[in-house]
C-alpha cells in the first residue's frame, strides 16, 4: 500500500465511545452491538456500561472477528461538588482487585436502591413486584429497565415508555436514587487500573453557568477527557433528557482545560428511543490519545 494511501486511511478511521449492552440498561449483547458497529462503518467502539464491566470484554481492549476494535470500558455513577456525573473509563483491566472491589461496592448500591424501589412501588400501587424476578433479568447491573420490563410482563402497562411516564420516572414519589461514590475514588481507581478517564455528557449533567466550576474541579483530581461529541440532538427530542448546552460549549471546556476530546452516541440498542450507534464518529486519533495516556 502506498504511504500517502496508507495515511489517508489511518485518517478516515472512526470511533464511538460511548454505549451500553445487556449487562446494564442496553438491549443486545455485546455480540450484537459488535456486528452493528461494522454495519456503521466504525472501526473502533468503546463499550461502557453502567457500574459494570461486561463479563465478554477482556483486558484493555481486542480486536473482534470482523475487525472491530473493542475498547473495554465503563460509565461509572458518581458525585462532585453536590452535582451527579458520570465517568466514562477505558482500557480498564476487569480482573484487577481494587476495581473488580468498587464495581461490587457500586452493584450493592444499586440491588439496595432496586430492593426500596420495589417495596415503594408495592406499597403504593400493589403490582407484587418482586425483586428476585428483575435480578434474573439482569445480565449486569439491576436498573430501571429490568423494573420496566416486568411491569410490562404483568400486563399493567403495555410498554417500558409507559411504565416510566406512570411509575418509576424520577418525578415520582416511589423513585429512588443510586446512592453514589465521588468522582475523586472513581478517577483514582481508574487510573491505578491503568485506564483513562472522560467526563460523560456535560450538557446533560451539569448546567452551563456551573460546568467550568465542575470541570476544574475533576481536572485536578485528574481527569483525563472530556465528552465533546454526543447526541445532543438526538435527545432534545426525548422528554426524559433535559439539555443545558452542546458541542460548542463543551467543546471550550475541553480545550480549556486541557482535556482529550472524546464521543460518543450512548446507544441503549435496537428497539429503545436510543439507538444512535454510529450518529457520533470521532476521529480514531482521539483513540490513539486515549491509549497513549493509559497504562496498556
Known amino acids: ?7 489517508k486511511t489511518v485518517k478516515n478511521r472512526k470511533a464511538d465511545l460511548h454505549m451500553h449492552t445487556k449487562a446494564s440498561d442496553g438491549t ?13 462503518g ?5 463499550v ?25 470500558g ?42 426500596e424501589f420495589v417495596e415503594n412501588l408495592n406499597e403504593a400501587h400493589g403490582l407484587g413486584l418482586e425483586i428476585e424476578e428483575l435480578l434474573e433479568k439482569a445480565d449486569g447491573n439491576v436498573g430501571r429497565p429490568h423494573l420496566a420490563e416486568t411491569i410490562v410482563e404483568k400486563g399493567v402497562v403495555d410498554s417500558h415508555q409507559e411504565a416510566f411516564d406512570r411509575f418509576i420516572g424520577s418525578e415520582h414519589d416511589e423513585y429512588v436514587a443510586v446512592e453514589k461514590v465521588s468522582a475523586e475514588k ?35 483530581k485528574g481527569l483525563d477527557g472530556l465528552e465533546v461529541e454526543y447526541t445532543y440532538k438526538q435527545k432534545k427530542g426525548l422528554d426524559s433528557y433535559t439539555i443545558n448546552f452542546g458541542t460548542e460549549k463543551a467543546s471550550e471546556l475541553a480545550e480549556e482545560f486541557d482535556l482529550v476530546k472524546t464521543g460518543g452516541s450512548d446507544c441503549h440498542g435496537s428497539g429503545s428511543e436510543k439507538y ?6 470521532v476521529p480514531y486519533s482521539r483513540v490513539n490519545e486515549l491509549k497513549n495516556m493509559s497504562g496498556k
Open 42 to 46: 466504525l472501526n473502533a467502539i468503546a
Open 276 to 281: 444512535f450507534l454510529g450518529d457520533v464518529k
Open 74 to 115: 465503563s460509565e461509572i455513577k458518581c458525585r462532585v461538588k453536590g452535582e451527579k456525573i458520570e465517568i466514562l473509563a477505558y482500557f480498564l483491566d476487569p480482573e484487577e482487585t481494587e476495581l473488580k472491589e468498587l464495581f461490587e461496592e457500586l452493584s450493592d448500591r444499586r440491588e439496595k436502591r432496586m430492593k
Open 48 to 72: 461502557t456500561d453502567h457500574d459494570t464491566v461486561n463479563e465478554g470484554l477482556e483486558k484493555r481492549s481486542f480486536k473482534a472477528e470482523n475487525g472491530i476494535e473493542v475498547i473495554t
Open 28 to 40: 443486545d449483547t455485546l455480540e450484537k452491538r459488535i456486528e452493528d458497529a461494522k454495519e456503521k
Open 186 to 220: 472513581v478517577i483514582q481507581a481508574v487510573h491505578e487500573n491503568g485506564g483513562v478517564t472522560s467526563l460523560a455528557h456535560p450538557g446533560r449533567s451539569l448546567t452551563e453557568s456551573g460546568a467550568e466550576e465542575v470541570v476544574k474541579e475533576l481536572k485536578s
Open 1 to 7: 500500500m502506498p504511504f500517502q494511501h496508507k495515511l
